[in-house]
T-cell receptor
Framework: ETGVTQSPTHLIKTRGQQVTLRCSSQ?????VSWYQQALGQGPQFIFQ???????GRGNFPPRFSGLQFPNYSSELNVNALELDDSALYLC????????????FGPGTRLTVL | QKEVEQDPGPLSVPEGAIVSLNCTYS??????FMWYRQYSRKGPELLMY????GNKEDGRFTAQVDKSSKYISLFIRDSQPSDSATYLC????????????FGKGTKLTVNP
């Protein structure tokens, strides 16, 4: 077990709706990264938060946004959902500045109809 | 050209076989190399993590990195049905946002 948890496990939304996914990082980790994993693909980096500030962003539009809170929790928000947003969303926690790597949660499976 | 290339398979082997999984990468700035195992509908689980060229062994698993040819490998000895999963190679640069760049993953089935 990595100590990283995510909620909900899965959810179904319709096109145009908004969704909030939640993550609780491993205790003591100051960095959270979010990834999108489409079926049959490797995870793609969405963005990273370090000390509650965005610290790097992948090739995703602004309707993907996030928040990180002081209590090791974080959120991924997606507005104006599109069918192609259907994927497994993974959060990963780490300690910036160390040589250690990222540890993933179980993911939230989002289906957009 | 994708930054990390990985043959998606699928790969099917008999129990006890030696499995070889491979990735190539294009960015010489990548310094850290990882292998994650992902069971169906689960999050990736870290298997191996290496920094330099050479071999790293952990039980039945050996990770190999050749920076000169930009080639990374994972070997599984005495494969077991419980090894059936998708194996993802990943890499990142040193410093910066530390984003991980993944291959597509190779789906492995070990048949009893």
């Amino acid at each position: 077990e990595t100590g990283v948890t995510q909620s909900p496990t899965h959810l179904i939304k319709t096109r145009g709706q908004q969704v909030t996914l939640r993550c609780s990082s491993q205790s003591g980790h100051n960095t959270v990264s979010w990834y999108q994993q489409a079926l049959g693909q490797g995870p793609q980096f969405i963005f990273q938060y370090y000390r509650e500030e965005e610290n790097g962003r992948g090739n995703f539009p602004p309707r993907f946004s996030g928040l990180q809170f002081p209590n090791y929790s974080s959120e991924l928000n997606v507005n104006a959902l599109e069918l192609d947003d259907s994927a497994l969303y993974l959060c990963a926690s780490s300690w910036t500045g160390s040589t250690d790597t990222q540890y993933f949660g179980p993911g939230t499976r989002l289906t957009v109809l | 050209q994708k930054e990390v290339e990985q043959d998606p398979g699928p790969l099917s082997v008999p129990e006890g076989a030696i499995v070889s999984l491979n990735c190539t990468y294009s960015n010489s700035a990548f310094q850290y190399f990882m292998w994650y195992r992902q069971y169906s509908r689960k999050g990736p689980e870290l298997l191996m993590y290496t920094y330099s060229s050479g071999n790293k062994e952990d039980g039945r698993f050996t990770a190999q990195v050749d920076k000169s040819s930009k080639y990374i490998s994972l070997f599984i000895r005495d494969s077991q049905p419980s090894d059936s999963a998708t194996y993802l190679c990943a890499t990142r640069t040193q410093g910066g946002s530390e984003k991980l760049v993944f291959g597509k993953g190779t789906k492995l089935t070990v048949n009893p």
